[in-house]
């Protein structure tokens, strides 16, 4: 049954979400890809749209997958199952388990677990340029999602040479749109 | 004002005003929640984003349950994460009902090709700001850098191995390296 598959695959994104904004997006990826709720394309328009909309990535797309697959009863479920590990934990932490998080034995997990999350997502990243930038159709590569990714990412990256902080992911995802429609539409 | 209801729409704001979730988030609860309301102290504060490193979930998300914890007990905490979810809820629901319908739309869906890569630029980009802050020695590498190219592999080839399971396997090695370490440094010092 869809409902019983979204909240439990939820909660599998909401137990590992180590790392952040970006650290659900692999695990998301995972389930979403292996449950075949979404194609891939779909998820990546779907990660700009949280980026660019308030509140927590994962939390944004844990809402959109399951109104997708099962309206808003789908998308209360898959909600309620990604944030419900987190408020948990907190709960136990600050109320009962003070010092648990101070344990040695879940300090040497945790020791493994979190160079194992940057690496997931710095593999997530570059696959996704990759596979986005470099599109073979017949035997000819495709140029321009080429020339995009060179643009956009000198761009970014770039940008904190001039300034300190750069621009910001929004700006990035707005320009990167301009730059869609003009390489695609002129 | 009932306390309840002010923790609801304080974290409703916040919920509303932060774009991309995360660290920008941070410096809003603190403004919030520490300046104004003085609902948590700022040592408090650090300590919850210590916290929040080491549990999954958003750190927005992890606040929220924890101050709410702290002024009213569950009720307050659940009613404190409730109101920050509650937002983003709303506006992604209603654009899930449309997406699909502006993706026809040709100059959007042109947008879009040039949107999804500017996505794999953040992820990396998000990727390579937790690696300078992650600690220079062998162990931590060797665990991101099998992990980075397990994952690619995964990747690449289309192989159904779960993201949690490299997470997990690394957590266990972690462990056992140290529980094996443990007693050698012991016996070490003992003689």
Redesign the interface.
């Known amino acids: 049954m869809i409902l019983l598959e979204l909240f439990a695959g939820f909660l599998k994104v909401g137990c590992f979400a180590f790392g952040g904004a970006y650290g659900a997006i692999p695990l998301i990826r995972d389930v979403v890809l292996s449950y075949g709720w979404l194609d891939d394309e779909m998820l990546t328009y779907m990660i700009a749209v949280s980026e660019g909309t308030p509140g927590p990535i994962m939390v944004n797309l844990a809402t959109y997958v399951g109104s997708s697959q099962a309206g808003i009863l789908g998308s209360l479920v898959a909600t309620l199952a990604v944030v419900l590990p987190s408020f948990i934990i907190i709960l136990l932490v600050t109320a009962l388990l003070k010092t648990a998080l101070k344990n040695p034995y879940v300090q040497a997990a945790l020791r493994g677990l979190k160079p194992c999350m940057i690496g997931i997502i710095l593999a997530t990243g570059v696959y996704m340029i990759i596979r986005n930038g470099i599109v073979i159709q017949g035997s000819a590569m495709l140029i321009r999602p080429l020339i995009l990714t060179f643009v956009l990412g000198a761009i970014y990256f770039g940008s904190r040479k001039i300034r300190k902080n750069g621009i910001s992911p929004i700006l990035l995802i707005c320009l990167s749109a301009v730059a869609g429609i003009a390489t695609y539409g002129l | 004002m009932n306390l309840l209801f002010d923790l609801f729409l304080t974290f409703a704001k916040i919920?509303?005003?932060?774009?991309?979730?995360?660290?920008a988030?941070i410096a809003l609860i603190e403004n919030t929640c520490v300046e104004k309301k003085q609902w948590i102290t700022h040592d408090e504060m650090m300590n919850i984003t210590v916290?929040a490193e080491?549990?999954?979930?958003?750190?927005?998300?992890?606040c929220a349950?924890?101050v709410g914890?702290?002024q009213k007990g569950?009720v307050g905490?659940l009613i404190a994460?409730v109101g920050?979810?509650l937002?983003?809820?709303c506006?992604?629901?209603a654009?899930?009902?449309f997406?699909d319908h502006y993706?026809e739309i040709?100059?959007i869906a042109?947008?879009?090709?040039?949107?999804?890569?500017?996505?794999?630029?953040?992820?990396?980009?998000?990727?390579?700001k937790?690696?300078q802050k992650?600690q220079k020695k062998p162990?931590?590498?060797a665990?991101?850098?099998?992990?980075?190219?397990?994952?690619?592999l995964i990747?690449?080839f289309h192989v159904?191995i779960?993201?949690?399971i490299?997470?997990?396997?690394?957590?266990?090695?972690?462990?056992i390296?140290?529980?094996v370490k443990k007693p050698a440094a012991k016996g070490g010092a003992g003689k």
């Open positions: 919920g509303l005003f932060t774009f991309g979730g995360g660290y988030m916290v080491s549990t999954p979930g958003p750190i927005a998300i992890n349950t924890y914890y702290k569950f905490s994460t920050m979810i937002p983003s809820f506006i992604i629901f654009i899930s009902r997406l993706l040709t100059w042109h947008a879009f090709q040039g949107i999804k890569i500017a996505v794999g630029i953040l992820i990396l980009d998000a990727a390579i937790m690696l992650m162990m931590p590498r665990f991101m850098l099998c992990a980075f190219a397990a994952m690619l990747n690449i159904r779960s993201s949690i490299l997470m997990l396997t690394c957590g266990l090695i972690s462990l390296v140290f529980m």
